[in-house]
Nanobody
Framework: QLELVESGGGLVQPGGSLRLSCAAS????????IGWFRQAPGKEREGVSC????????NYADSVKGRFTISRDNAKNTVYLQMNSLKPEDTAVYYC???????????????????WGKGTLVTVSS
């Protein structure tokens, strides 16, 4: 059974860092483009970042550019989201998602994803 599991969320003070992980089971992440999304209370889900199957294409939302870094370790079947200089507005449930329908990340939000994890909560507060 194909499954994505997020981990690494928690409570962090403004300016702090967290690293989220997205681990896959039941399939080989090598061939999938992976996206990170988030949904804050009362808001719509938004795309945060994306990385292509080979890692050569990435994409970041303007709100996280320069602060977040997406990476992948195909040997561990895991994708990471390093989040630095966190702000209270980064508070949300973060989801990872996967697709093999396309490679490049330029339109990953509009093209959508096919497999989703259940999310991990990130709370940025003092």
């Amino acid at each position: 059974q194909l499954e994505l599991v997020e981990s690494g969320g928690g409570l962090v003070q403004p300016g702090g860092s967290l690293r989220l992980s997205c681990a896959a089971s039941g399939f080989d992440l090598d061939y999938y483009t992976i996206g990170w999304f988030r949904q804050a209370p009362g808001k719509e889900r938004e795309g945060v970042s994306c990385i292509s199957s080979g890692g050569g294409s990435t994409n970041y939302a303007d709100s996280v550019k320069g602060r977040f870094t997406i990476s992948r370790d195909n040997a561990k079947n895991t994708v990471y989201l390093q989040m630095n200089s966190l702000k209270p507005e980064d508070t949300a449930v973060y989801y990872c998602a996967a697709t093999e329908r396309y490679y490049y990340c330029s339109n990953y939000v509009s093209y959508g994803m096919d497999y989703w994890g259940k999310g991990t909560l990130v709370t940025v507060s003092s």
